[in-house]
């Protein structure tokens, strides 16, 4: 890497991130923010790993999951 300017860009460990950014005609911005749809959207989505996992949990105990392993079974019956 040459610690020379060319083109009249310094080095990038020269220019701060910010300098960089507006350099390529960005401007530094973090918005945090959801909005509704996307506050329901995320909410959905854990509900709907926990419903599967619950409900998946069930077809496994009633195919008889925990007879099958001891150790599983000793791991299982805590849940």
């Not at 009249?8 to 300098?19: I, K, T």
């Not at 995320?42 to 996992?53: E, H, Q, R, T, Y």
Request: charged share 15%; no cysteine; net charge positive.
């Amino acid at each position: 890497m040459s610690s020379t300017i060319e083109d009249g860009v310094p080095p990038p460990s020269q220019v701060s991130d910010e300098e960089r950014l507006a350099q390529l005609g960005y401007k530094q911005e973090l918005r945090r923010k959801l909005s509704g749809f996307s506050n329901f959207a995320v909410s959905f989505s854990i509900i709907s790993i926990l419903a599967g996992a619950i409900t998946s949990y069930g077809i496994a105990m009633t195919a008889g999951g925990r007879w099958r392993s001891p150790s599983a079974g000793s791991s299982s019956a805590a849940w």
